[in-house]
């Protein structure tokens, strides 16, 4: 089944839809305990390097987890343990390890990092987020919302707060799964161009601007991030996105069933309240959850 290109899973905007349906689907088949290639432990015998240059909890035990309960293993290879640290290329680090193991993650800050890994490595090249885009944590949303309400397809999902990479996978998400998506941001935090670019050449719905009451007016899904992601040095952030907090009252502007996301973790009482973390409408331990069934639908996709 592996005839053509190696599978990378890169970034929304390099899919067709049938596509990551599949692998939407793998997952949900996966969650519900189902085989869906015939036998238990399908990625048996193959090994995935993990690369972590910045911080992670869910997106380390959600694929350590899921490579080993499909019979696979897993090497995680942190910031300063590897010779990445003192200057060995991406390129080369990329030959090597594609000597070893059947699939490579990466986190990282610098796209052009996990550009060049795809570009050297013989085998798949997984996104586990960069500064720029989080595909994996989107993929576990759009499941996440399905369970919950059934398609994307016709609803509002407004994103409030930082235009940040998680906020550029779902913009690209809108480009595939026929919603309008809404952002309301800083003017000095805008989402990335290119992804909004890219999506409304693909005819997607993306309404921007810095009202967060208009973004989630009649919205069935209402998502924000933390204020400062990892990396990020500016100190005038709680200054900037204090308006664009998720509290009871802004959720009263969404529709009456709307839902609440949060790829976690959360900066509680900053980007969203208690009572709306903790409230009926939020689905954050789902979407959690959802890592770790999509993550076994993305490794499945790219090596079987
Ligand atoms: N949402 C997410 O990617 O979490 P981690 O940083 O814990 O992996
Ligand atoms: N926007 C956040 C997501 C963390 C999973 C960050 O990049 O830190």
Same mark, same amino acid.
């Given at each position: 089944?592996?005839?053509?290109?190696?599978?990378?899973?890169?970034?929304?905007?390099?899919?067709?839809?049938?596509?990551?349906?599949?692998?939407?689907?793998?997952?949900?088949?996966?969650?519900?305990?189902?085989?869906?290639?015939?036998?238990?432990?399908?990625?048996?015998?193959?090994?995935?390097?993990?690369?972590?240059?910045?911080?992670?909890?869910?997106?380390?035990?959600?694929?350590?987890?899921?490579?080993?309960?499909?019979?696979?293993?897993?090497?995680? *290879?942190?910031?300063? &343990? %590897?010779?990445?640290?003192? =200057?060995? @290329?991406?390129?080369?680090?990329?030959?090597? $390890? /594609?000597? !070893?193991?059947?699939?490579?993650?990466?986190?990282?800050?610098?796209?052009?990092?996990?550009?060049?890994?795809?570009?050297?490595?013989?085998?798949?090249?997984?996104?586990?987020?960069?500064?720029?885009?989080?595909?994996?944590?989107?993929?576990?949303?759009?499941?996440?919302?399905?369970?919950?309400?059934?398609?994307?397809?016709?609803?509002?999902?407004?994103?409030?707060?930082?235009?940040?990479?998680?906020?550029?996978?779902?913009?690209?998400?809108?480009?595939?799964?026929?919603?309008?998506?809404?952002?309301?941001?800083?003017?000095?935090?805008?989402?990335?161009?290119?992804?909004?670019?890219?999506?409304?050449?693909?005819?997607?719905?993306?309404?921007?601007?810095?009202?967060?009451?208009?973004?989630?007016?009649?919205?069935? *899904?209402?998502?924000? &991030? %933390?204020?400062?992601?990892? =990396?990020? @040095?500016?100190?005038?952030?709680?200054?900037? $996105? /204090?308006? !664009?907090?998720?509290?009871?009252?802004?959720?009263?502007?969404?529709?009456?069933?709307?839902?609440?996301?949060?790829?976690?973790?959360?900066?509680?009482?900053?980007?969203?309240?208690?009572?709306?973390?903790?409230?009926?409408?939020?689905?954050?331990?789902?979407?959690?959850?959802?890592?770790?069934?999509?993550?076994?639908?993305?490794?499945?996709?790219?090596?079987?």
């Amino acid at each position: 089944s592996r005839a053509g290109q190696t599978r990378h899973f890169l970034d929304l905007d390099r899919f067709d839809t049938e596509t990551l349906r599949r692998i939407l689907d793998l997952g949900a088949a996966y969650k519900r305990g189902e085989q869906p290639f015939g036998r238990p432990k399908p990625l048996s015998g193959r090994v995935l390097a993990m690369i972590f240059e910045k911080p992670s909890t869910r997106t380390r035990v959600s694929f350590e987890t899921g490579m080993k309960q499909l019979g696979g293993d897993t090497i995680v *290879l942190s910031k300063g &343990d %590897t010779q990445l640290g003192r =200057g060995e @290329t991406v390129a080369d680090t990329a030959r090597v $390890l /594609s000597r !070893y193991v059947d699939a490579i993650m990466i986190r990282t800050d610098d796209p052009a990092k996990l550009a060049e890994l795809s570009e050297y490595a013989t085998v798949p090249v997984i996104n586990g987020l960069t500064d720029d885009t989080h595909p994996c944590q989107v993929m576990a949303d759009i499941m996440t919302f399905t369970e919950h309400r059934g398609s994307l397809d016709g609803k509002v999902v407004s994103w409030v707060g930082d235009g940040n990479n998680v906020a550029a996978s779902w913009i690209q998400a809108a480009a595939h799964f026929n919603f309008e998506m809404r952002l309301a941001c800083p003017p000095e935090l805008m989402p990335d161009a290119a992804a909004v670019d890219w999506a409304r050449a693909q005819g997607a719905r993306v309404v921007i601007g810095s009202d967060p009451v208009a973004a989630v007016k009649d919205s069935h *899904l209402v998502i924000t &991030d %933390t204020w400062v992601s990892m =990396g990020c @040095t500016d100190t005038n952030r709680h200054t900037l $996105l /204090s308006p !664009y907090q998720v509290n009871d009252g802004l959720m009263a502007h969404a529709a009456g069933d709307a839902l609440f996301m949060h790829c976690l973790p959360a900066h509680r009482n900053e980007e969203v309240t208690d009572s709306v973390m903790d409230g009926a409408q939020s689905v954050v331990w789902d979407e959690a959850e959802n890592r770790l069934h999509v993550q076994k639908g993305i490794l499945s996709w790219c090596l079987l």
